[in-house]
């Protein structure tokens, strides 16, 4: 178990290896790619390839960190050794049947992308773009090419390996070419290329190798990412918003308090003069304003792992700042996540077995065992979904036994007991006193009127957030869907700390409007108002699908969207659990001011 953990701990906070001269580098066969499906398959199970000596899966410590992705790392027979160039080796003469020509034709029509890795390196194509004047990489290179009504497959790559004087490499690039054979030397310009034929033919799969030494200034994944903008519009744009919401909250913290000071409460209900106060509404119901919510059973397991996604969402932020974790590497925020994610079950418990309490719940183990279910249950049942349509179409994205195996024990021996031990000290924990105690008959809501219903304010609140963060999730869905990391990482971090601190400000005005208005069910709208982004983040995810990705076919599509349905309910607990939160806090103070005799 402590060589485990260390293995881990490894992958987490992976050092440099400096290579000597000589010293064997394994390339590791990986995965096909299409920017038109969600479907990968595994590079060395293909049958027109050279197929490796070794055929085993090398799998990461967690497993299903690669599976999620469709990782498959089989090391292949390329040698590479350290600073040793070689020019047009031999990998081998494949023998093609006319299943395999057709299956590669079918392939390099539907643009698929071939990624391989070594040193922890995907390979990659380097790429000019307007948004960074140097050269950046975009992962995988083409399997192959189509001319005029011929087909090509790039049976020739050029492998160039950028390092350091100390010996760590930081670059792998490669680049493709379709060479026929007998003319790797390319004694013309002119040469001929590997055609695909419908026939039985052989193909002969060849390489170069190319060391180039770069400056020691230069970082691994720094070619990846574009680099930080010194003027960003969009996290201007997000200041400002902040900073006027803000203000609208100040107003509020201000009356609230100066009204209540100068107002005195000698009895449970007053009747105020509405011309000198336009907001009295609040004050009506300070005897049902803490009164148990409906459903408060569900409310804290969401509560409890939404603090948990807070926490991962902290702990993710840092460990990008200070570089422990790279979002371009593979696995590696899916690895971060699940550490963060066993780190976040105990406070999450703990704060949900304390709500419970204030909600008078009898059953702290029940409360605990939902905390640790009800969230991660739904998301793992949408993985399984999405899983059992790649098996169908034999997809390397559908999760492995061992993957599962690994995921239900991490949480069945890890997740399941942290929650249940933050669950017993929030349990043990003296309960959350309310400013105001409740009635046992609830006042009367009165009659609402057409804008104060609750679906028009969760659809108005959502707004302000999602123009904060909208740029980012462009970014993030050309990324997923063509491969292209164009995304800036500080500007990316802003924005994202700036959508929850509008998500909470945004809450708390919508809120206080609700109570002025003698509403006082706010326990579930608060959560569900700060959860109202995501369904602009999910609106424009399907409308970005139809109208600007490449992706085609049902499968594809369902399986986009079963992701992107997990990814937008992670985000949606979260965003809604600091909307509750916000909320919650500020309530606590606005009606402890207010003396009731």
């Not at 399907?542 to 599509?557: A, D, N, R, T």
Request: proline share 4%.
């Amino acid at each position: 178990m402590t060589r485990r953990f260390l293995f881990v701990f490894f992958l987490l906070f992976r050092l440099s290896h400096c290579y000597q001269s000589g010293d064997l580098l394994p390339l590791y066969y990986n995965k096909l790619f299409s920017p038109k499906t969600q479907l990968t398959y595994s590079y060395a199970s293909q049958s027109f390839i050279c197929p490796p000596s070794q055929t085993s899966r090398t799998k990461s410590a967690i497993v299903f960190d690669e599976d999620i992705r469709g990782d498959r790392l089989v090391q292949s027979d390329y040698k590479i050794h350290f600073l040793e160039n070689q020019e047009c080796k031999l990998l081998c003469k494949r023998a093609w049947s006319v299943e395999d020509a057709i299956h590669v034709e079918d392939l390099i029509s539907n643009n698929y992308q071939v990624e391989w890795v070594l040193d922890g390196l995907p390979g990659a194509t380097v790429s000019y773009t307007n948004e960074a004047p140097e050269h950046n990489y975009r992962i995988g290179f083409p399997l192959g090419f189509k001319k005029g009504d011929n087909t090509y497959i790039n049976n020739h790559v050029v492998l160039q390996i950028l390092y350091t004087k100390e010996g760590d490499v930081i670059g792998f690039e490669v680049y493709p070419d379709s060479i026929a054979e007998d003319e790797c030397m390319k004694k013309s310009v002119d040469y001929e290329y590997q055609e695909v034929t419908g026939r039985r033919s052989q193909v002969t799969f060849t390489y170069s190798v190319k060391w180039k030494q770069v400056q020691d200034t230069e970082k691994r994944w720094q070619s990846f990412v574009v680099p930080h903008q010194a003027v960003d519009y969009s996290v201007l744009n997000g200041v400002i918003v902040d900073g006027l919401l803000f203000v609208v909250i100040s107003v509020i913290l201000f009356k609230t308090m100066s009204s209540s000071s100068s107002s005195s409460h000698s009895d449970d209900i007053k009747t105020y003069d509405d011309t000198t106060d336009d907001f009295v509404g609040w004050k009506l119901i300070h005897r049902d304003v803490f009164r148990r919510p409906m459903y408060g059973g569900l409310l804290t397991p969401l509560m409890g792992t939404g603090i948990q996604f807070m926490i991962i969402f902290i702990g993710l932020i840092c460990a990008v700042k200070l570089e422990w974790c790279q979002p371009i590497q593979p696995g590696s925020l899916t690895r971060w996540f699940t550490l963060l994610f066993l780190f976040g079950s105990v406070p999450g418990a703990y704060w949900s077995a304390r709500m419970y309490k204030v909600f008078r719940g009898k059953s702290w183990v029940l409360n605990s065992f939902l905390t640790a279910c009800v969230v991660p249950g739904c998301l793992i049942i949408l993985l399984f979904i999405a899983s059992m349509i790649a098996w169908i179409y034999q997809s390397s994205i559908a999760m492995s036994l061992s993957g599962w195996f690994s995921l239900c024990s991490i949480w069945l021996f890890c997740a399941l007991p942290l929650t249940y031990l933050g669950a017993y000290f929030g349990e043990r924990a003296d309960r959350i006193e309310n400013p105001s105690r409740s009635t046992q008959i609830p006042r009367l809501i009165p009659n609402k009127k057409w804008y104060q219903l609750d679906i028009l304010r969760i659809a108005l609140a959502g707004i302000a957030p999602f123009a904060v963060i909208f740029l980012d999730w462009h970014q993030y869905l050309v990324f997923i869907t063509r491969g292209d990391f164009v995304m800036s990482i500080e500007n990316t971090i802003w924005n994202a700390i700036l959508m929850m601190i509008t998500v909470s400000e945004i809450t708390i005005i919508f809120i206080f409007l609700q109570l002025c208005s003698e509403d006082h069910h706010w326990w579930w709208p608060s959560f569900l108002i700060g959860a109202s982004p995501t369904l602009y983040l999910f609106g424009y995810s399907i409308f970005y699908l139809f109208q600007k990705s490449e992706i085609v076919g049902l499968v594809s599509i369902t399986i986009y969207v079963l992701r992107l349905t997990l990814l937008s309910g992670l985000i949606a607990v979260c965003t809604g659990t600091l909307g509750f939160v916000s909320v919650y806090l500020i309530i606590k103070r606005i009606y402890s001011t207010v003396k009731i005799d």
